[in-house]
């Protein structure tokens, strides 16, 4: 890494590990709390996009996670551990189940599907309310433990998840396999012939993808002491890629960026919350007409405006040397 | 349970639902067969046409019969504006135009909600008599609203049969590279296109705010149902949407009558789900290579 | 000689049209195969049936030994059979090295569990990733485009760049199709030479192409098709002067005309 990226990483990780001390308002921690969560949410989400599926239906998952987690612990009376691994495992069988069969579908008719079964889930929680509690949900869900009463002891619990959530997704992506992942995305037939399993790869993806949205309901439910069917809702999977859009559908960072700007910029407005929307819908509208790149492009093209021309200059002479000798020396 | 009359109502409601249904599916097909844009605002321009029509009703005091063509061509108009602004960034890019849409689709809505705020509003019926066909209760301001549906379906299918204009996008959506060379002016059909398609959305909208009532969250259900149409048809398929209407339209008004709506919901994605699953292009759709 | 490839009575119709009819022939180790034949012959559709792009409607591929009769092409790479594209060369957006490593995909990946896990295994993945390709862009004599995005090269090094894409596998047979279309004279004879630096390290190579003169300057054995079927097969100087391929080609007058 170089010396620019050290030093930010390095602020970063103070920032992070020092947010609920550099505070005393206890709103300000639960931002952080909601922060941690979604962007595990945000960067799973970003695992399929990778691989070129854009899903309308992530939040669905997470309703899996954290129904399952909500009825094992308050239904069944397991302690929380037990309500997480229960959750997760639901949202990563039903995505085993269903992946083999939804990731055969391209693009337009894969965001249909995952838009539509969204839909099927959100109306199957209203409509089997002796489980889920219908439209009003389940209140006083308890939390993951005794001790994790403040919003500042829960900032550490979801930071601690939130490093492990996004380091995984970090993993994949930085390994042979997130190198296979973009190549499916950019040219699936050429990988595929390069020995890619496809289909394969993509459940592979997907499962871990939407267990960690599983884990990530699991938290959030126990977090806010309360599950209903209005926070899995297609609109609300929507949010998930309006951040990996904004902040740019090509790297993790960007749906980090996305995240923190979906996620703070309500309360900067708040009270005002049409405005919000109507503030999203005109990005994402922007965004995607103008700079599909999102804010990971735009500083890209900062980048080049201010210091181009030695990168220009370098990629000129790398053609011009390809540009000679035509044949390799055959022996 | 399955006697003469109630089957009758069903079959009257299927009507009326259909011809609604393939108005909104038709507008949503036409956009994404010639300009491949897959329009998930759509559900917003028959919200539109639905305020239009409360407001020239309501506000200005206008007879339904003048209120209806003149508030609806007036959104369509008025739309125009926004295929410059917005749309045309977007044609023959269908994947930016799925996400971009949304976005449309949220400004309006949530512009709707500031401008007029979230109370459902009531169209005040154009007649309240009621028909008697044996058993069957038809009531005139519902038989009014097909006979209109059904009026612009007609037109439609004329105009897109027998007008230049109607030709000149036909034959952009089976080519744009060959109907271009043939001298259909691009800019112009898709301009044209637009305004039908937004046209008929909202009419469609304006007759469902008329059955039902006016909000801006009235967009919500016509887009799902747009989709499913469309799919069951076969997305670009102008007959398709029309096969796809009828469909939809008895089958809600069957399985809603007898098993409730929730089943009715139920079945219908269920059935869209599986047959993105075997066969995407739906049933007049061609499968692409 | 080891038999490399053998495909048996390959067919495949689609609805009605038989795009490809009792296709058979043998490659054996380090041998150059060329196929060719007028547009709409079907020599795409061979490849893709070979290849496991489409599945057979009859017929059998055997690679050294293994059935692998409509297997998908990911299951081929692994039995050492790769090919290249006609369209769709190379990753457009990304390095020469780039596109190099992601061809490498059988040779360098460790398995998910490794991935996750294995700090180790993964590390020592990536090293054998960089020597892999680097052998590969010496091999080619791509190593001076390394750093430059595919899309800006000359088409005939995109070519090239497929090729090593495929190479990268470590195949044993590689499928070429369509190298030298819409190439100059100068990027022609690039390709040429390239696929005889292959051949030199005993890899077998199939050219399918619809270019005479180049087949023939390059291969050992031509076998020639036409609506779907083989018209003539043998040393390409006999293949040249058959009356059938001639009329193929040319039409029946030149062919009578003894051309």
């Known amino acids: 890494m170089s010396v620019n990226k050290r030093i930010l990483a390095v602020v970063a990780a103070i920032v992070l590990l020092g947010w609920p001390w550099l505070t005393e308002d206890k709103f300000l921690h639960h931002i952080g709390v909601l922060i941690c969560l979604t962007s595990i949410a945000a960067c799973s989400l970003h695992l399929i996009i990778r691989t070129g599926h854009v899903s309308l239906c992530h939040t669905a998952f997470m309703a899996f996670g954290a129904y399952g987690s909500v009825i094992v612990v308050m239904q069944l009376g397991m302690p929380w551990p037990v309500g997480l691994i229960a959750g997760t495992a639901l949202a990563a069988a039903v995505a085993a189940v269903i992946g083999p069969i939804v990731l055969r579908l391209t693009g337009k008719y894969f965001v249909l599907i995952t838009f539509l079964m969204g839909e099927v889930v959100r109306m199957a929680i209203i409509e089997n309310s002796w489980l889920t509690g219908g439209s009003n949900g389940i209140f006083n869900v308890p939390p993951p433990y005794p001790f994790l009463l403040s919003n500042r002891a829960y900032y550490y619990f979801a930071l601690g998840f939130a490093v492990f959530g996004v380091g995984l997704c970090a993993r994949l992506l930085t390994s042979e396999f997130g190198r296979a992942m973009d190549a499916i995305r950019e040219g699936e037939r050429l990988a595929e012939c390069s020995g890619v399993p496809v289909i394969r790869f993509k459940v592979m993806v997907f499962v871990i993808a939407c267990a960690l949205a599983g884990m990530t309901g699991s938290l959030q439910a126990h977090y806010i002491k309360f599950v209903g069917p209005e926070a899995y809702s297609g609109f609300q999977s929507l949010n998930l890629v309006v951040m990996n859009v904004i902040g740019g559908m090509t790297s993790l960072i960007g749906a980090l960026l996305g995240t923190v700007f979906m996620v703070t910029l309500p309360e900067l407005l708040r009270g005002y919350v049409n405005l919000q929307q109507i503030m999203f819908g005109a990005i994402l509208f922007a965004t995607m007409a103008f700079l599909p790149g999102g804010l990971v492009e735009l500083g890209r093209r900062l980048r080049k405006l201010l210091w181009g021309r030695r990168e220009d200059a370098a990629a000129a002479e790398a053609g011009a040397r390809a540009g000679t000798r035509a044949s390799p020396q055959a022996s | ?289 | 000689m080891t038999r490399i490839l053998s495909v048996e009575r390959l067919s495949r119709s689609f609805g009605g049209l038989q795009a490809v009819a009792d296709l058979s022939f043998d490659v054996d180790a380090g041998e150059i195969l060329g196929i060719i034949g007028p547009n709409g012959a079907g020599k795409t559709t061979a490849v893709n049936l070979v290849s496991g792009v489409i599945e057979p409607t009859s017929g059998k591929v055997t690679l050294s030994g293994h059935d692998v009769t409509g297997k998908a092409p990911h299951v081929l790479v692994e039995a050492g059979l790769v090919r290249t594209f006609q369209a769709t060369i190379v990753y457009a957006g990304q390095t020469v090295r780039e596109n190099l490593l992601r061809g490498a995909f059988r040779e360098i990946y460790p398995g998910l569990v490794a991935t996750l896990f294995g700090t180790g295994r993964a590390r020592e993945a990536r090293g054998r990733a960089d020597a892999h390709v680097e052998e590969v862009m010496r091999w080619l004599d791509l190593k001076r485009v390394e750093h430059s995005v595919a899309s800006g090269l000359p088409y005939g090094f995109q070519k090239v760049l497929g090729m090593g894409i495929a190479l990268a596998a470590r195949p044993r047979i590689v499928l070429l199709d369509e190298p030298a279309a819409g190439l100059s004279a100068e990027e022609t004879d690039h390709v040429r030479d390239t696929i005889k630096l292959v051949r030199e390290r005993g890899i077998s190579v199939v050219v399918i192409d619809h270019n005479m003169r180049f087949i023939t300057d390059l291969c050992d054995r031509v076998l020639v098709m036409a609506q779907g079927r083989e018209l003539a097969r043998g040393k390409p100087q006999e293949v040249l002067r058959n009356p059938n391929v001639i009329e193929a080609y040319l039409g029946k007058r030149y062919a009578q005309a003894g051309h």
Do not use: C
């Not at chain 2, 009507?15 to 844009?37: D, E, H, K, N, P």
């Not at chain 2, 048809?233 to 098993?259: H, W």
């Open chain 2, 1 to 289: 349970m399955f006697n003469a009359t109630i089957l009758g109502q069903v079959f009257v409601n299927g009507v009326s639902l259909s011809a609604i249904y393939i108005l909104v599916a038709l507008g949503f097909t036409l956009l994404f067969g010639i300009m491949r844009v897959v329009n998930f605002a759509h559900g917003e321009f028959a919200m539109l046409g639905a305020f239009a029509l409360f407001h020239l009703i309501k506000d200005y005091h206008w007879p339904w019969l003048i209120a209806l063509p003149v508030g609806v061509v007036g959104v369509a108009l008025a739309s125009l504006v926004l295929e410059w602004l917005v749309f045309r960034w977007f044609y023959q890019r269908m994947f930016e135009s799925m996400i971009g849409l949304l976005g449309l689709n949220m400004m309006i809505m949530f512009g709707a909600v500031l401008l007029w705020d979230v109370h459902e509003r009531n169209i005040p019926s154009v007649s309240s008599e009621v028909l008697m066909l044996g058993d069957i209760i038809v009531p005139v301001d519902r038989l009014i609203v097909v006979i209109i549906a059904l009026a612009a379906l007609a037109g439609f299918y004329l105009f897109i049969r027998y007008t230049r204009a109607g030709l000149a996008m036909r034959a952009a959506a089976q080519d744009l590279e060959i109907a271009e060379t043939q001298g259909v002016n691009t800019r112009r059909t898709y301009k044209v296109a637009f305004f039908v398609a937004i046209l008929l959305a909202a009419l469609a909208g304006a007759l469902w705010g008329q059955i039902y009532a006016v909000s801006p969250f009235l967009g919500e259900r016509p887009l799902l149902m747009a989709f499913v149409v469309v799919i069951l048809g076969g997305m670009g398929s102008i007959p398709g949407a029309a096969l796809g209407g009828v469909l939809l339209g008895f089958t809600e008004s069957f399985v809603g009558t007898f098993y409730g709506a929730a089943a009715s919901a139920f079945l219908s994605f269920g059935v869209v789900i599986l047959l993105l699953v075997v066969r995407p292009w739906g049933i007049l759709g061609t499968p692409e290579t």
